[in-house]
T-cell receptor, first 114, second 111 residues
């Protein structure tokens, strides 16, 4: 059971480039989410999904797109990278979106935009 | 406006003593509160949670207390161990599927 996996671990982009951060989970969880963590700050929700085919915006969605075609995968797309998107990105999953469900996090992707 | 606040960025305690980490929130719609622990270069891991209808939940060395009238919760670790040194995040959940995190408290437990 690999849990939540994220690729790549590190990435450097130039301003204006696009890329996709991959996230997969093998726990058959319905709920998946993407967070960013900036230095000295907590995790801020970018987008989330309560099941395949259903996505919604979180607190900081601008500049990011998501889709959920399968239960297992939840990729995050940066459309045109900006230096303000330099951050550590965490993908997470939980059994459902119920408030009592804890989330399982991946190891993170450290992104630098020059 | 930040809905979940952890006002102490850092805390240092001696091994064997109690660690108390605090968290305040403003939104009355939060109905579950969770604590996560994070080591460097890893993702957060779940530690303990509490429902808004309870005032205490205990799991081994970890106890979470909730004071709903004060919109305040705290995590107690007794006794503290060097392996507990990590960043601790408080998170508040609603049934709408969203979690709101505090900025974290870095706990250092000295041998």
């Amino acid at each position: 059971n690999a849990g939540v996996t994220q690729t790549p671990k590190f990435q450097v982009l130039k301003t204006g480039q696009s890329m996709t951060l991959q996230c997969a989970q093998d726990m058959n969880h319905e709920y998946m989410s993407w967070y960013r963590q900036d230095p000295g700050m907590g995790l801020r929700l970018i987008h989330y999904s309560v099941g395949a085919g259903i996505t919604d915006q979180g607190e900081v969605p601008n500049g990011y797109n998501v889709s959920r075609s399968t239960t297992e995968d939840f990729p995050l797309r940066l459309l045109s990278a900006a230096p303000s998107q330099t951050s550590v990105y965490f993908c997470a999953s939980s059994y459902s979106g119920q408030s009592y469900n804890e989330q399982f996090f991946g190891p993170g992707t450290r992104l630098t935009v020059l | 406006d930040q809905q979940v606040k952890q006002n102490s960025p850092s805390l240092s305690v001696q091994e064997g003593r109690i660690s108390i980490l605090n968290c305040d929130y403003t939104n009355s719609m939060f109905d579950y509160f969770l604590w996560y622990k994070k080591y460097p270069a890893e993702g957060p891991t779940f530690l303990i949670s509490i429902s808004s209808i309870k005032d205490k939940n205990e799991d081994g060395r970890f106890t979470v207390f909730l004071n709903k009238s004060a919109k305040h919760l705290s995590l107690h670790i007794v006794p503290s161990q060097p392996g507990d040194s990590a960043v601790y995040f408080c998170a508040a959940n609603t049934n709408a599927g969203k979690s709101t995190f505090g900025d974290g408290t870095t706990l250092t437990v000295k041998p």
